[in-house]
Every structure is written in structure tokens, then in C-alpha cells.
């Protein structure tokens, strides 16, 4: 951690950490990492055996990929950290209670290969879990079903002793004591692994999957979000969901394009936990490995470089294909993921066709993407106001190819299907942009400001891109659209309404967005509420409402533009 960080870290409160104002400015200077240490302050980047090899693993696959890294060249772009997923070990501990490695598939050791690795400059990871037992059954490091001692400390200790300078603690098998939820054991699991590795005396970044045990669906449940809520306390990335679908060597050309979709699917709406030190891994990157065309592996790179994922390659390196290297070894699009600010990307409209995305960057920049989610080839047109740029020019650079280009207007161009375009901008002749985007909730559906139900009202819908669902967060606290304020207003219903002069601001124009997603109207200090979805399609829309704020309400958490 930088040594300015550090120093105003206790001087934050702790609702300093959690909430912010819709304020850019106020968002931008805030260090959001809840980790105590100075790790991952960007996303980690790396290989991981299981998305291609699974248990099939063994030390020469792990030195060949170790070794493909470093003559790809993608080694010294970032791609450090080599990590041997589950399936290294024997099914039993030794007489000591320690892990004991396979000699068959390791016949050199864990602290060989810790070794071997970090001669090529490379970091050393290694996969563990946080209960009884792995997913493949393998001795885990937590407490045996039906509860006594676990391993956290001594198996930190061990893998230290390796020199391990990450560990991936996967959470099958999870002994659930009696008297607590399923979310308060897995709390305190993390909570241990994550003190016994800071006891361990090695900084090594702990790769937590606790949010996976608690996915239901893209929104979620209210566990999920809790889960959420303490995950980056303990670890510095973790896992929110589904894997990744794998390679099958049986069937190798099968199509992996919808696995990718669904994980960016969930992933999109999280970037409120993001930040350094606090990563949202919505998984591996299969980019140049079968089962995804080139414009395939294009647009995984750049959705993952737009939400700021780790980028974990999990393919066989030396074959991958020459335009999936590209795309991840293009350092434009390495340096977007790797923005030293951390915020996460936003989705700015979504619909069946075409997906926009921007994430403000560390120098005032601002990235762009566009992805086509349809299978032709479209024209695309993004206006600079729709993007929160408005009153400005802006210099746009392709970080495909590098060419740069003066847009007074709009950037356009033209997409392959399932492709994804990507601009750097330097906006020009404006203040900072104001975040400007759908406010997606519940449902993973959008806040809609169409006159349907009345005049003023705000109702839940299919997120279309279009202009009533354009949202613009100002730093007066206000949430606008078409220039009016989002508003408390009658019988509990919000409205749209003539938004106040600042310094005579009506009551019930202000708003705070919490870290857990609520978006508190700030003069009742109730929060936004999603209405169920309706029960048929031609029912008419219910209208969103303010409430009593929950312990993390899934119809009262809110993804908003950056
Ligand atoms: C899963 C995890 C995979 C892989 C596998 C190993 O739970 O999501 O990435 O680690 O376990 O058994």
C-alpha cells in the first residue's frame, strides 16, 4: 500500500468505508479496501490448471505452462502467478496432521515448484479449501463434519514453508455447527483462514469463494449479498458464482461463449465491492482456448478488463491460439484492467443486442466498451452525453489497435457479432463526467422513468438502453432523469419531480448509495425498494417505493452508473 494510503486508513470511519455519496468526487477519493493488508492492490493476474487440465494436473503440465508464460512474453506483462488448483495432494494427512503432496504428479515437491517458479520471476499459488474436504475430496484445512480442530494454522504454516504466495481456499464441504447459518459458519471459516494466513508469517493473497456457496441466480439472495458484504474483510479477490465451463478434451469445439456471458452476467452488478485489495473474480479467462472464437475471446478480455477481474488465464498456454494471445497479451487493454484507481466498470445500458459499458480511470480518463451480443455484425453509435460526457469532446483511442481519434459527438463504428470495442477517452472542454447509466435492481431489472402508471412514476423493467432509463448521479446527491430528480413522494411511492435549487433541495431529493447496495433517501433515511416482479406480462408495472431498509434486501439493492 502506498505509504498515503495507509496513513489515512484509520482515520476513516467506518462509515466513511461503507457509504458513499453519489458524489464522483467523493467516490474517487475514497481508498474502498476493507483488507488490512497492502496486497492485490491491483487484480492479481495469472494461470490456473482446472478450466482446461482439472485433476488431470502434475508437475511437468504446471513447468510447461510456467514456462509458456515466460516465452509468450506474457509472463513479463503481468501474468505472474501460477496457481496448482485441487488434486495435488494424497487423501490423507500424514501421522503429524500435515498435507502431504502426490510424488506421482509432484515428484519434486511443493517447495521445488515454489522454487522452480520463482527463479522464472514468477509467484507460486496453490488451492486449498475451507472445508472437511476439497471439491474433489481431498483433505480440506477446516474442521471435520460434525465439528473438532481444523487445520487453518498449520496448513498456512506449511504452504508459507513453501514460499506460497497465493492461496485459492475454495469452500466445499463446509461444516455447518449447529446453532449457526450456513453464512455464519462460512464467516468464521474465512475469517480464520484469513488470520492464520497473516499469522503465517508470508504475505500470501488469500483468493476467497465464499459468495459461490451462496449464488442463487444473477441478483441473488439476501445471504449472497451478506456474504458480500464481509468477503473482502477476508480475502483480497473472491469467487461471487458459477465456474467456468471447462475443457473437454471429448468434445473440444463445444461452444463456451454462453458460460462466458452468464459469469459477466453476475459479475457486472458488483462493482461496488470492488476497489484495491478487493477484487470481483467472476473466474478464469479461456480467451484462445477452444470454445471461443476469436471475437469471442476479444470480448472476454475486454469485459473482464472493463470490470477490473483478475486476470487468471486457465487454457494450455502454448497453444493458444495467435489472436486469443493477442487479446490478452495487448498491453492497453492489461493496463485498463490494471487501473491503480480499481474501480469497476459499470453497465451504462443493456438490451437483447448491444451491451455499454464505461469505467472511469485513474487519470480522469474514461474507457468505453461496446459488446454485440447478437451474432451479425452491427453499426454502433455512443454519444459522449449518454456516457456522461456531456459539453465535451474527447480524444478516443481503439484500445484494439491503438489508433486514436478526435469524437466531438459520438464514437461509431462497426462490430462483428459476440465482439467487444474498446476506447480510452480523454475527455476535453468539460469538468468530470457525471455518472450516467441504468440503476439496475432486483431482477436485474431496470428503473424506468416511462409515463405508464402515472405522471412522475417510476416503475421496474426490462432493461432496454433506453432514454428513460438514463440516469444521471450528480454530486449534489441527486439521482436524475430527463433533467428531473428522483423524489420521495406520496404514500411511500417515489416520483419524478422539478428538482430544487441545491441550496433549498426539497427534502427527499438526496441520496446515498451504501456499500451493500441500499440507496437511502436521506431525509427519511428509508430506502429504495424494487416491487415484486408482476405476476403476468401485460399486468401493469408496480411503482418502486421507499421502505424500512432491510438487512441486505435483494429488492433493496441497487447497481448504479460510475
Ligand atoms: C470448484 C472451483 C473450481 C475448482 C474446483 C476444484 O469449486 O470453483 O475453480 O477449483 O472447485 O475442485
Known amino acids: 500500500m502506498p505509504p498515503r494510503l495507509r496513513a ?70 503481468g501474468y505472474d502467478t501460477v496457481t496448482v488448483d485441487d488434486c495435488w495432494m494424497t487423501k490423507s494427512r500424514d501421522a503429524q496432521g500435515a498435507l502431504v503432496v502426490d510424488t506421482v504428479k509432484f515428484p519434486h515437491g511443493m517447495a521445488w515448484l515454489g522454487d522452480y517458479l520463482h527463479d522464472k520471476g514468477l509467484k507460486f499459488g496453490i ?56 453464512e455464519q459458519a462460512y464467516r468464521g471459516a474465512y475469517n480464520a483462514v484469513a488470520k492464520a494466513l497473516r499469522e503465517s508469517g508470508r504475505d500470501m493473497v488469500l483468493s476467497a469463494s465464499a459468495p459461490a456457496y451462496f449464488q442463487q441466480g444473477e441478483w441473488g439472495g439476501s445471504d449472497w449479498h ?14 461471487e458464482g458459477k465456474d467456468i465451463k471447462v475443457y473437454n478434451p471429448a468434445t473440444p469445439a463445444a461452444s463456451r461463449w454462453s458460460s ?66 493477442a487479446a490478452l497479451g495487448n498491453t492497453r487493454m492489461i493496463e485498463l484492467d490494471q487501473d491503480p484507481m480499481g474501480r469497476q466498470g459499470a453497465v ?7 451491451e455499454i459499458l464505461t469505467r472511469p480511470l485513474a487519470n480522469g480518463d474514461r474507457a468505453v466498451a461496446v459488446l454485440n451480443r447478437s451474432a451479425t455484425t452491427r453499426d454502433i453509435r455512443v454519444p459522449l452525453d449518454e456516457i456522461g460526457l456531456s459539453d465535451c469532446t474527447a480524444d478516443a483511442q481503439d484500445l484494439w489497435n491503438g489508433s486514436r481519434r478526435e469524437v466531438s459527438d459520438a464514437l461509431t463504428g462497426r462490430l462483428a457479432g459476440h465482439d467487444t470495442a474498446v476506447w480510452r477517452l480523454s475527455p476535453r472542454g468539460c469538468a468530470e463526467a457525471a455518472p450516467t447509466g441504468q440503476v439496475v435492481g432486483d431482477g436485474a431489472r431496470c428503473a424506468d422513468g416511462a409515463n405508464t402508471t402515472g405522471l412522475g412514476a417510476v416503475v421496474m423493467a426490462t432493461c432496454t438502453g433506453a432514454p428513460d432509463q438514463r440516469w444521471t448521479l450528480r454530486d449534489d446527491a441527486s439521482l436524475r432523469l430527463a433533467g428531473d430528480c428522483l423524489s420521495a413522494g406520496d404514500d411511500g411511492l417515489v416520483e419524478l419531480a422539478d428538482c430544487a435549487p441545491p441550496r433549498d433541495r426539497r427534502p427527499g431529493q438526496s441520496w446515498t448509495h451504501l456499500r451493500g447496495g441500499a440507496l437511502v433517501e436521506r431525509e427519511s433515511g428509508m430506502c429504495l425498494t424494487a416491487p415484486a416482479a408482476a405476476a403476468t406480462p401485460d399486468a401493469p408495472a408496480a411503482r418502486l417505493r421507499l421502505t424500512a431498509c432491510g438487512d441486505h434486501r435483494v429488492d433493496q439493492a441497487w447497481a448504479l452508473p460510475v
Open 8 to 77: 489515512s486508513l484509520p482515520c476513516l470511519t467506518a462509515a466513511a468505508l461503507f457509504a458513499f455519496a453519489l458524489s464522483p468526487a467523493a467516490v474517487a477519493a475514497e481508498p474502498r479496501a476493507t483488507s488490512d493488508t497492502p496486497l492485490a492492490l491491483t487484480p492479481p493476474m495469472g494461470w490456473n490448471n482446472w478450466a482446461h487440465y482439472m485433476c488431470d494436473i502434475d508437475e511437468a503440465k504446471v513447468v510447461a505452462n510456467a514456462d509458456a508464460l515466460v516465452s509468450s512474453g506474457l509472463a513479463a506483462k
Open 127 to 182: 488451492y486449498q479449501d475451507a472445508g472437511s474436504l476439497t471439491c474433489e475430496k481431498y483433505p480440506g484445512s477446516g474442521a471435520p463434519q460434525g465439528g473438532g480442530a481444523d487445520h487453518y494454522a498449520e496448513d498456512a504454516r506449511q504452504f508459507a514453508s513453501w514460499n506460497v504466495d497465493y492461496v485459492k481456499m475454495d469452500g466445499c464441504n463446509l461444516w455447518v455447527p449447529a446453532g449457526q447459518t450456513k
Open 226 to 239: 451478506k456474504v458480500l458484504g464481509w468477503v473482502g474483510e477476508t480475502g483480497q479477490l473472491w469467487r
Open 260 to 325: 462466458v456471458l452468464g459469469n459477466y452476467g453476475y459479475n457486472r452488478w458488483l462493482g461496488r465491492y470492488a476497489g484495491p485489495g478487493n477484487w470481483n473474480d467472476p473466474d478464469f479467462l479461456i480467451a484462445g482456448a477452444p470454445g471461443l472464437t476469436a471475437a469471442e475471446s476479444r470480448s472476454q478480455v475486454a469485459l473482464w478488463a472493463m470490470m477490473a477481474s483478475p486476470f487468471i488465464l486457465s487454457s494450455e498456454v502454448s497453444e493458444l491460439t495467435s489472436q486469443g494471445l
Open 348 to 354: 451504462v445500458s443493456s438490451n437483447a443486442t448491444f
